[in-house]
């Protein structure tokens, strides 16, 4: 029996099915509900929550919400969300966050608390009681990062926090050593200005297209992420996380600082390196073997205790 022609069933025996609390939920006749149709919903429930999935999640996805495990929560980890989910298996449910904006739509939020505490709203929609696993990519970091502490202040339990090549927003730029006046006030001051210049009239730019009602065209979605993420770090202060953290750091990141600027906000970091570049931190086998590897180990820690 295929998807279609099940759901088809369900409709003509008037049975309504929901999802809510990390659980497929139905009703109808008492005497439509039998132990075959029970066992068909069992089989189905992956696909079934993949159809049914509440418009209102909107970039919350279940990329597998098969297993009894507790979920993982992946931040704007893109391809990553796949890569995580294929690794522990079906017996592991994994929702990823992607990227606000896909559709070329404005990105409203004012600061990085109000968009974890939207994207909190998801999850609960999602797991409401707990405990939470979360993992984060980039800004993906600070969203999941701030989502813990909002947890936890809550009284909620956060079992496990992932940062995957994420910078604090104090994290020390490369400190230019050896530079003569000239090259100082070039690296230090007219770099920034004509930057940051830059910056405001790209966005400037591309809020004509939201004024007039029209999409951001593709080829600007990835700049134009960059700057709102960029805003949004920057005036971000931290708050304190009361427990452990499993940072990734790429060897050629913007930081100078070992733990990227982390260290005052976090009980421990367990810090992991890899070679190479922040966007090709998932771009070969040997990487992701390496991700692979301490995600299992610290998950299995943490979800032994």
């Known amino acids: 029996m295929t998807l279609a022609n099940f759901i088809e069933e369900l409709n003509k025996k008037q049975i309504n099915i929901t999802f809510a609390g990390g659980k497929l939920k139905y009703s109808g006749p008492e005497e439509n509900i039998t132990p075959e149709l029970i066992e068909n919903l069992k089989g189905f429930k992956g696909r079934l929550i993949k159809h049914f999935w509440p418009k209102e999640l909107g970039n919350l996805m279940p990329i597998n919400p098969e297993g009894s495990k507790t979920p993982l929560f992946i931040v704007h980890g893109d391809n990553s969300n796949y890569i995580i989910s294929e690794y522990f298996g079906p017996d592991q449910p994994v929702y990823g966050f992607f990227h606000p904006g896909s559709e ?3 990105i409203s939020f004012k600061n990085a608390k109000s968009m974890a505490a939207n994207y909190l709203e998801k999850v609960q929609t999602v797991w409401p009681s707990g405990p939470y696993n979360l993992i984060g990519y980039s800004f993906g970091g600070i969203l999941a990062f701030e ?4 947890l936890q202040k809550a009284g909620y339990i956060v079992q496990s926090l992932v940062l995957i090549d994420t910078l604090s927003p104090d994290a ?5 050593s050896n530079l003569g006046v000239f090259q100082s006030i070039r690296y230090k001051i007219l770099r920034p200005i004509r930057r940051g210049l830059k910056r405001k009239i790209i966005l400037l730019l591309d809020n004509l297209y939201f004024i007039v009602g029209h999409p951001l065209p593709a080829d600007k979605r990835g ?10 770090t920057k005036s971000y202060s931290p708050s304190r996380f009361m427990g452990r953290i499993l940072l990734f750091a ?3 990141n913007a930081s100078s600082r070992r733990y990227l600027g982390w260290e005052p906000y976090a009980d421990k970091i367990d810090l992991v390196e890899i070679d190479g570049k922040h966007l090709d931190i998932f771009g070969t086998k040997e990487k992701a073997l390496i991700l692979q590897k301490e995600l299992e180990r610290y998950l299995n820690a943490d979800m032994r205790k």
Request: charged share 15%.
């Open 172 to 176: 020390a730029k490369p400190v230019y």
């Open 147 to 150: 989502m813990a502490v909002q």
């Open 250 to 252: 790429t060897t050629s």
């Open 223 to 232: 700049y134009y992420l960059h700057i709102r993420y960029l805003t949004l």
């Open 104 to 106: 070329g739509e404005r």
